[in-house]
C-alpha cells in the first residue's frame, strides 16, 4: 500500500506551509516572492540543462524532443503552483502574482524554443519533430482520465488497498495519485511521474514505465477511491 510514514511527513510539511501563508500579510510579500522565484528559477533551469541533455544523449531525437519538453513542462507547473500559493497572502497581492505566472509563462516559453532548437541541431532538421510515437500501453493510458472520488474516511479505510507494482517506489506512486485532477489522463500521469524520475535521479525513484503507471490506476480504481473515466467524455 501507499506509505503512511510519508504520507505523514507530506502532512506535517504542508501544515508548516499553510503556517506561514496564514501569518503572512501583504507586507511580506516580497520577501515570500523573492523566495519562491529564485528557487523556482533554480530548479527550472536544472530541468531546462536536463531537457537539453536529454536531445543530446538519446539516439531517438524524435522521443527525446518530446521528453525534454515533459520535463519544461513539468517543471513549469511545479513553480506555477508555487506562485498561485503567493495569491492567498492578500487580495491587494492579485495583480502581482499575475505578472509572476505571465514572466513564469514567458520562461517557459524561451525553454521550449531551445528545446526545438537543439533537436533541430541534434536531428539535423529544419522540420519539426514527427508525431509522437505511443506504445500500446502508452496509448492505453491516454484513453483514461482517473478522477477522485474518495474521501477522508475512504482514504483512512480504504489507501492500504492501493498497491503499486513492487520495486516501484511507494512515495513517487503516492505523488503521482495526488497530481489526480479529474482533467488529466493516464498518460499526462505518466509524463509527470517520468520527468520527476529524471529530475530526482533513478538512485531516489528507481524507474517507472507506462505498464507501472496504468497498473496503479487499476489498482487505485479497485480501492474504489478513484474511478478511471474515458478520455474526452
Known amino acids: 500500500g501507499i506509505d503512511r510514514t510519508q504520507l505523514g511527513r507530506n502532512a506535517v510539511s504542508a501544515a508548516l506551509i499553510a503556517y506561514t501563508m496564514a501569518r503572512a500579510d501583504s ?7 523573492a523566495e519562491t522565484i529564485g528557487r523556482g528559477e533554480a530548479r527550472l533551469g536544472r530541468n531546462v540543462g536536463t531537457a537539453l541533455q536529454l536531445i543530446a544523449s538519446w539516439p531517438n531525437k ?3 524532443y518530446y521528453a525534454a519538453a515533459d520535463q519544461v513542462h513539468y517543471a513549469a507547473d511545479r513553480e ?14 492579485s495583480s502581482r502574482v499575475e505578472a509572476l505566472l505571465a514572466a513564469l509563462d514567458r520562461r517557459e516559453a524561451d525553454a521550449m524554443r531551445e528545446v526545438l532548437a537543439a533537436y533541430r541541431d541534434a536531428a539535423r532538421t529544419a522540420q519539426a519533430p514527427p508525431a509522437r ?14 478522477v477522485l472520488v474518495g474521501g477522508p474516511k ?3 479505510f480504504h489507501r492500504d488497498d492501493i498497491v503499486a507494482d513492487s520495486g516501484v517506489n511507494e512515495y513517487l506512486s503516492s505523488q503521482l495519485l495526488a497530481t489526480v485532477d479529474g ?8 509524463h509527470i511521474a517520468a520527468a520527476e524520475v529524471r529530475e ?3 538512485q531516489f525513484y528507481g524507474e517507472i514505465t507506462p505498464d507501472n503507471v496504468l497498473h496503479l490506476l487499476r489498482s487505485a480504481e479497485h480501492s474504489k477511491l478513484f474511478r478511471l473515466d474515458r478520455a474526452g467524455q
Do not use: C, H, Q
Not at 27 to 33: D, I, P
Not at 80 to 93: E, H, N, Q
Not at 133 to 146: G, I
Not at 183 to 190: A, I, K, N, S
Open 27 to 33: 507586507g511580506s510579500f516580497a520577501v515570500l516572492a
Open 62 to 64: 524524435a522521443a527525446a
Open 80 to 93: 506555477r503552483k508555487a506562485i498561485r500559493s503567493l495569491g492567498g497572502i492578500s487580495p491587494r497581492t
Open 133 to 146: 510515437a505511443l506504445s500500446a500501453t502508452e496509448a492505453e493510458l491516454a484513453t483514461v482520465r482517473p
Open 154 to 156: 475512504e482514504f483512512l
Open 183 to 190: 482533467v488529466r489522463t493516464g498518460l499526462d500521469l505518466y
Open 200 to 202: 530526482a535521479g533513478t
